[in-house]
């Protein structure tokens, strides 16, 4: 098999990759955002030279129609790619993505009261489903909620009354005419302005923001508190989950991530750090402290460790298309669940289990703590989720067979075919295998996204955004 998706064979290879290449390009706005036109048609990358940390990269996410790929930084910014539009003469477009708006989406911020540094870092972006030719999506650090609207202009009003063409005002007694403006064209200018900001409703760091199927209210969850907000009202949210003990040290457990189901607005799920999943209903009462369903697998009494625990953490949830099925991501697997079976789930994947013997580094090191972020394919036959090494792995879930691939600049040549990867984990190692014990721990995929209707694929990379599609052979 050379890739995963639904059961049809082809192969991944590579469209784009989005980043600072030298001094000069890290400099620019983002980093990962100047000079788009980074290596589509180039045989050779030169080496990042310079990494800013601002610069990497900390979500990805396509609008519902996947016409529109958005970014967010550790340095607040949030950049947004428009799909390029496919020509007789270039049909290999369909993977490709030019820069559409960039904006300065949050700001750091201090908090006196807790001399708290606020970081500017974006840790979530939604899209809104498009109702009109604007476009909007939510964007949080951990404190402030954003939403922005995204508008085109390529018309401006001329022939003011009161004003001359520089735009200074005219003498009312030297008018002798009434005069209608025109509108007249202009080169296309795309504008970001903040339409609402929702703040101040958390005391700790958020971690999620889901949109409802209402297309009406989202919520947002941090680790003690979920809330449930209207799109048109700032000032006040609702308290719809909340976790906090009367006494702190009591704390057992948190809330990693919330995700409301793509159908049904009244109901949603959320993962702990126990690796737990509750779904609620908010029709059955206004604060959803009790759960409907209660997921979890037990665990097998043999494979317990002092790790165990914060491996089998959640780190990502997320609802199939249809609304069946919701994915989890704990440290090393993902699992796959029927919303109607709740005492284990129907599919397991492991994603990196060779890193088992490692955890003990892993733990020293930090790495065992990092989220990994997952996502279906449209049809939901297929999901992808990250790993390190700047491998990341994908798994057909009607034949159960899996593929490593890797985003690396070694092989972003135009159209060049992805070649799978494979970790040796001991004993004599093959060709083109890699050993364990040479995996890079500081390149990590972390965050990943699925185009909702076709097979292209974005892939972070610490600063670098890796745009992959199919090659059906």
Known sequence: MAGVSGGNDFQWCFSQVKGAIDEDVAEDFGGYVASLELVVGSDRVPDVTVLRPSDIISTVEFNYSGELLATGDKGGRVVIFQHEQESKNRPQLRGEYNVYSTFQSHEPEFDYLKSLEIEEKINKIRWLPQQNSAHFLLSTNDKTIKLWKISERDKRAEGYNLKDEEGRLRDPFRISSLRVPVLMPMD??????????FANAHTYHINSISVNSDHETYLSADDLRINLWHLEITDRSFNIVDIKPANMEELTEVITAAECHPHQCNVFVYSSSKGTIRLCDMRAAALCDRHSKFFEEPEDPSSRSFFSEIISSISDVKFSHSGRYMMTRDYLSVKVWDLNMENRPVETYQ???YL???LCSLYENDCIFDKFECCWNGSDSAIMTGSYNNFFRMFDRNTRRDITLEASRESSKP?????PRKVS???KRKKD???????DFNKKILHTAWHPKENVIAVAATNN?????????
């Open 188 to 197: 296309l200018m795309v504008e970001a302005s903040p339409r609402r900001i």
């Open 351 to 353: 994603v990196h289990e």
């Open 356 to 358: 088992r013997s490692k």
């Open 415 to 419: 159209r060049a075919t992805l070649k």
């Open 425 to 427: 984990t001991g004993g």
């Open 433 to 439: 295998e890699i050993s364990v014990d040479s995996l």
């Open 465 to 473: 955004l890796y745009i992959f599609q199919d090659k059906i052979n």
